[in-house]
């Protein structure tokens, strides 16, 4: 059974400064998602990683998949307050559905 | 474009009732999924339609549950006599589910299903 963990679970950080959230599956998946949930809204689709090494970038955000490792990570660069939201990872299933980790709470502080 | 829709944004209801929840999925994606996400949770997974049939319906936790999709676009989500356990944030995403969309899955806003 896929299970995905993300830790860790909630994230104060200060603007400016690096964080990484980390995504780990516990069995074999081809693709890994990173999505954003802004309080009462929906999810928003950052990234999806394919392969194994893949690393993606989308402004200060920047995601990467070891397939080996079973691991993703989205790194935080120079953090800014419009970052803060709820991150979530989720790893394909077998059947075409997502297992959705619990979610990092951001909040970025000035 | 227009992205996934769904009806009502919010339903409140009694225990015991019927409800229905709609989704309107993105023009010509075949495939089309149903969550539910409780309060600080991820979302779980219900079920999944490729076109008019469920392909997957191994999510819904029981036979209250019960979702159709007869023209492989709209979908709805029925639940029978239902229970304050129900209440929760109910999204539908839908994808191209092709070789090259990597089944990027879109989500709608939600409803947020309240049984009192």
């Known amino acids: 059974e896929l299970k995905v963990e993300q830790n860790p679970l909630f994230l104060s950080m200060q603007e400016g400064k690096n964080y990484t959230i980390y995504c780990n599956y516990s069995t074999t998946s081809d693709r890994l998602y990173w999505y954003r949930q802004d309080p009462g809204k929906s999810l928003e689709s950052l990234f999806v990683?394919?392969?194994?090494?893949a690393v993606k970038q989308e402004g200060r955000l920047m995601a990467s998949l070891d397939t080996k490792a079973r691991l993703s990570t989205l790194h935080i660069t120079a953090a800014v307050h419009d970052l803060s939201a709820t991150y979530f990872c989720a790893a394909g299933g077998s059947q075409g559905n997502l297992i959705f980790g619990k979610g990092t709470k951001l909040s970025v502080k000035p | 474009g227009a992205g996934v829709s769904q009806t009502p944004s919010n339903k409140v209801t009694e225990k015991g009732k019927y409800v229905e929840l709609r989704c309107d999925p993105i023009s010509g994606h075949t495939a089309l999924y149903w969550y539910r996400q409780s309060l600080g949770q991820g979302p779980e997974f219900l079920i999944y339609?490729?076109?008019?049939?469920?392909?997957?319906d191994s999510g819904l936790p029981n036979d209250r549950f019960f979702a159709v999709r007869p023209e492989g676009s709209v979908s709805t989500l029925k639940i029978q006599r239902t229970e304050r356990g129900d209440s929760a944030v109910y999204l539908c995403?839908?994808?191209?589910?092709?070789?090259?969309?990597?089944?990027?899955?879109?989500f709608g806003p939600g409803t947020r299903l309240t049984v009192l």
């Open positions: 339609f490729q076109g008019t049939g469920a392909a997957d």
């Open positions: 990683l394919l392969s194994n090494g």
């Open positions: 995403a839908s994808s191209l589910q092709n070789l090259l969309s990597y089944n990027e899955q879109f």
